[in-house]
């Protein structure tokens, strides 16, 4: 059972994740067409980049304590890099 949770939660924070990552994917094209000027744009991405360095963290987190070592390692590296910029 609680493999069964933990596979829904990393479900649903990877969803999260790619939704964040299509958001800016989104502000940065409108911004190459010219919808949108590159300030505003700017501040839109911005405000995506914490809860996207905190839901990556969690999935590394979630990998680790449910004893998911490959997933862990895996993903272990672009949360260190998140965690140094």
Known sequence: MADLLAWLLSFFL??????IVLYQVMCLSDLE??????YDSASQINKTVLPEFVTQGS???LHLLTGHWLMFLICLPHSYYNFRL
């Open 33 to 38: 067409l010219d919808y949108i000027n590159p």
């Open 14 to 19: 990877l969803v999260a994740t790619l939704a």
């Open 59 to 61: 999935m590394c987190l």
